[in-house]
């Protein structure tokens, strides 16, 4: 099997575990200076500090980290990846104070996205997604969920799954796919919500199920989307068939999603801007990671998630990108990690296990993603500092400078 050795690592600094840390835990990160690992088939076999010993020197494939920090490769717990068309001519009208609602009879808003991802081919949609891909690999993301929710029909929703899991075979990215059919009303059913929700939880979820086509199932509860009774509804349905559960949750208004979602067990509730204390406490309870999403937050103008109360309470937090075409169309996870510490007020600690082992731990990944530890897979970046501190105290550039995923340079 191919082996690995990292030498001369100035600092390595990960969270260490299988599960996702929540309260003081988020932050009580390993630090090793001096440091070295060996990996071996795409599996971490050693980590060490000190004098590297002569039989792991003796490996072929060796990189000298020349002094600089590693960290386990970045995970983005929430995105769009999936999608035709852009939407940047929406952005002079909502600088101009153009309401959403306008802008949606004007043609643009979700929509508009899709009409561009059901005329779209499923080979137009890979190659799109797959040049996105190359760049977040660049940027030091070895993981990627990517949800649907851009067809709201039987034929688009499987075309867009369908998409990902062929992706997932022929680029380094490795990719969870979520279904998200409950992302919106398609137009065709705006006077049947009953029919809608049939459509989701008798033909799409047993269909996604049977295909394989999904880890997970979401929905976005929300004021004017679907309810939190609604909410139940989807998720229990695709729990029924073997579907984990995620809920965007109390972006806007707390409706009762992020409660909903301890209650059922959701894996992650994500979004949550307006979480209040039962939902928070209902996390906490559930086990449920919330994953964070701050780039939405400086796009849209809105404010940060109470991400501090949500530690403070044990609940674990992971930051992501929410990349869509819409509310954020940014993929740079080194930007959503620079604004954790900005507006959550993360240590860096806490937002290193924020896109690390709590991202992992939102997609159902913890126990093989993560940490750089015995074990894990080898999944890792070396950064262009030797000090944690400076990849958030910088921001606006790349600072990965080599990005292995499964043991491979990429």
């Known amino acids: 099997m191919e082996r690995l050795v990292i030498k001369n690592i100035g600092l390595l600094a990960t969270p260490l575990g299988n599960s996702a840390q929540g309260g003081k835990a988020q932050g009580e990160i390993q630090y090793l200076t001096n440091a070295w690992l060996e990996a071996e088939g795409g599996i971490i076999t050693a980590v060490g500090t000190g004098t590297v010993p002569a039989a792991v020197l003796a490996e072929p494939n060796i990189i000298d980290a020349g002094g600089a920090l590693v960290t386990p490769g970045l995970i983005d717990a929430h995105t769009h990846l999936i999608f035709g068309g852009w939407r940047e001519h929406e952005l002079s009208m909502k600088r101009q104070g153009v309401p959403y609602l306008e802008i949606l009879a004007k043609g643009g808003g979700i929509l508009s996205t899709v009409r561009s991802t059901r005329s779209a081919t499923q080979e137009e949609l890979e190659d799109k997604a797959e040049e996105i891909l190359r760049e977040m690999l660049a940027l030091g993301v070895t993981t990627c969920e990517a949800k649907s929710g851009y067809g709201l029909d039987t034929e688009t929703e499987l075309k867009q799954l369908r998409a990902a899991k062929s992706l997932n075979k022929k680029q380094p990215v490795e990719l969870v796919s979520t279904f998200l059919g409950a992302h919106a009303l398609p137009q065709e059913y705006k006077e049947d919500r009953e029919g809608y929700i049939r459509l989701l939880t008798e033909e799409l979820i047993p269909q996604v199920a049977k295909e394989g086509l999904a880890e ?126 900005w507006g959550y007020k993360l240590t860096p600690a806490e937002a290193l296990t924020a896109v690390t082992l709590n991202a992992a731990a939102a997609i159902g990944r913890a126990e093989r993603l993560g940490t750089v530890e015995p074990g894990k897979q080898a999944d890792l970046v070396i950064w262009k500092t030797d000090n944690l501190d400076y990849l958030f105290y910088r921001f606006g550039q790349n600072l990965a400078k080599t990005v292995i995923k499964n043991g491979k340079v990429c």
């Not at 579907?243 to 059922?264: C, F, P, R, V």
């Not at 959701?266 to 307006?274: D, M, V």
């Open 216 to 341: 997970f199932c979401d929905v976005f509860c929300e004021t004017g989307v679907f309810t939190a009774q609604e909410s139940e509804t989807i998720l229990r349905a695709g729990q029924a068939h073997g579907l984990g559960a995620k809920i965007h949750a109390d972006e806007i208004d707390a409706i009762g999603g992020s409660t909903l979602a301890g209650n059922i067990g959701a894996i992650s509730a994500e979004h949550l801007i307006a979480a209040d204390d039962a939902g928070i406490q209902a996390m906490a309870k559930g086990g449920t990671v919330a994953v964070l999403l701050p780039a939405t937050s400086l796009y849209l103008g809105k404010p940060y998630a109470p991400a501090r109360a949500m530690i403070d309470a044990g609940v674990p937090v992971a930051t992501a990108s929410d990349f869509n075409p819409g509310s954020c169309p940014s993929f740079n996870l080194q930007l959503v990690m620079d604004l954790a510490c």
